[in-house]
């Protein structure tokens, strides 16, 4: 039995790529474990990108978070960052699009969760691209390493326009938790 893969080159156009972009995420697609790129990927990006494809990053990263790997790996693209929220320019290091939470809406949501299942462990990225990850009380990052995080008190986790919320329960994991937000504050 033959495990070959279907070959990216369209026949019926003389060998052109049947795509024009290339998206991939980056942790866990582009980033091995590591968090490098093996050579075996920048092959190829490379192979695509020679055809003609253009080559994006869609990330759940922040620009702010996203920005160093970007430097480290040479990518000079445009990527989309932050489950959609921003675009960010690689090669000009520009945000060209950010959007952020409403921050009322982000305290009731976190208000009706806690009120479900006690207790939260809080992040909150700030807009922008300087803009700082803060934790507070009893959060713990969980992704990459060496990502930077400011410990801060639970008031000041709103005090500025953020583009992500990040909630952490002592005893619920991940599935279990997103399941009572959505229970307790909605989609």
Known sequence: MSTTSPSPVSPSD???????????DLDGTLLSSSETVTARTRAALATATAAGALHIIVTGRSATWA??????????GIAVCGQGAQVYDAGAHKLLT?????RRVAALAIE??????GPLAIAANQDGLEGDVLAGPGYRLQIGSELPVVEVPPSELLASPISKLYIQHHELGDDALAE????????
């Open 67 to 76: 920005r160093p790997v970007f430097d480290e790996i040479g990518y000079r």
């Open 112 to 117: 009706k969760i806690e009120a479900e299942v």
């Open 180 to 187: 009572a937000a959505r229970n307790a504050a909605g989609d």
């Open 14 to 24: 003389g060998g052109g790529l049947p795509f024009k972009l290339v998206a991939t």
């Open 98 to 102: 950010s959007l952020t939470l409403d």
